[in-house]
């Protein structure tokens, strides 16, 4: 009879049942909030690259001849560029770990490490992505890679001098050195430090049994969530509204409210909706058309439900939705990635307009959340 997708129901109609308020910051207090500074003007960027083209050349910046050069250079390289998928996504990851990193809230800072120029006694040092402070004070360097091969459990590989590389800069400035790794085809983040690597040839490697085994992703605040099932979209018709169900089984009906349901209570907190539709969205839940009701041959309410494909653990109350990275890196794709590919590398949005800012002291009340945040044991912390 009647079947639909979250996608289907658009935002104008969650703001008009819900309130303005839905889907904006307001409702994130009591989270740190990160905003995106750009410290790079369009100007001064393009006069530092003319400075770079010049400067190998042996000509001025100021010679008419050598800008026409210099933009047919550009334009060469970016038609170059834009064809070349592997610099696409990984440029694409880069700015998709950043904005996860930023919007899970135990960051105090996150800054572009391989930006710019820098000087160094040892020319050989590869300069890592990210240099990243958590709200617990620990400083780290990251290098981000995105890992996407033929066989999905393949083990990641990295060139040894390029490894080491990176190592030597990090021990010029005395911070641990991590590598982030997107598994792409299973949509799961790894944070492992370089010390967990199998080093014992040319091409380093990290399975992804040793990735998620040794994943220290909690450092920037990711976790495993979980919450009672199932979870529940349910749109009422206007009474006053033509509203018949036809003999065909179609209808048309105006909508007069949207409800939430967790596990068959009501939610009817607005920090606790958005957390709901968030899981809804983006979680590793099944969606599926729930309950219609039709009463004399007029629909009154049609709904959507989301639950677990088979319950993993029948004898509690919860079960796990997914790692928040895992739900932030869905939503990202979704902003970023269009029908034909790649659209944006960086969204407009901030990273507080990903996700939800969820406060460390939140428990739920209709939704009530478990969060499950996986560490190292005291002797993984302390073997190589």
Not at 16 to 42: A, P
Not at 188 to 215: C, G, K, P
Not at 244 to 260: C, E, H, P, S
């Amino acid at each position: 009879m009647h079947s639909f997708s979250l996608r289907d129901i658009t935002a104008h109609i969650l703001r008009h049942t819900f309130g303005e308020s839905w889907g904006s910051s307001t409702l994130k207090k009591g989270s740190m909030v990160m905003k995106r500074i750009c410290r790079e003007d369009q100007k001064f960027e393009l006069m530092r690259m003319l400075n770079v083209y010049s400067r190998a050349r042996g000509v001025s910046i100021r010679d008419e001849a050598n800008h026409t050069a210099f933009l047919s250079e550009l334009l060469r390289k970016f038609e170059t560029s834009k064809k070349n998928p592997i610099l696409i996504h990984g440029l694409r990851t880069e700015a998709m770990f950043a904005h996860i990193a930023a919007t899970m809230g135990h960051c105090v800072a996150i800054k572009t490490e391989d930006a710019g120029d820098v000087y160094l006694m040892d020319s050989g040092l590869r300069i890592p992505d990210f240099r990243i402070l958590t709200s617990a004070g620990q400083e780290l360097f990251v290098e981000v890679k995105n890992h996407h091969p033929a066989n999905p459990t393949d083990d990641f590989k990295m060139n040894k001098d390029y490894f080491e590389s990176l190592k030597r800069y990090a021990v010029v400035f005395n911070r641990g050195l991590y590598f982030a790794i997107y598994w792409s085809q299973w949509k799961l983040w790894s944070l492992v430090r370089q010390d967990r690597f199998d080093t014992s040839t040319h091409a380093y490697r990290l399975s992804i049994e040793n990735a998620m085994m040794r994943n220290e992703m909690n450092i920037i605040g990711d976790c495993l969530l979980a919450t009672v099932s199932p979870l529940e979209l349910r749109l009422f018709s206007d009474p006053n509204s033509t509203r018949i169900v036809k003999a065909d089984g179609t209808v048309k009906f105006k909508i007069a409210a949207a409800r939430l349901f967790a596990g068959g209570k009501e939610v009817d907190n607005s920090l606790e909706k958005r957390i709901a539709w968030f899981f809804m969205n983006y979680g590793n839940w099944i969606g599926t058309p729930g309950y219609t009701e039709v009463c004399e041959g007029e629909i009154i309410s049609v709904g959507l439900t989301v639950a677990p494909e088979e319950r993993a653990n029948p004898n509690e109350r919860f079960e796990t939705v997914g790692q928040m990275s895992q739900m932030l890196s869905r939503q990202f794709n979704e902003i970023t990635v269009g029908s034909e590919g790649v659209d944006l590398l960086i969204p407009k949005s901030e990273p507080e307009d990903l996700g939800v800012m969820i406060p460390s002291d939140y428990k739920g009340e209709k939704l009530p959340l478990w969060r499950f945040y996986q560490q190292l044991s005291i002797r993984e912390e302390e073997s190589p």
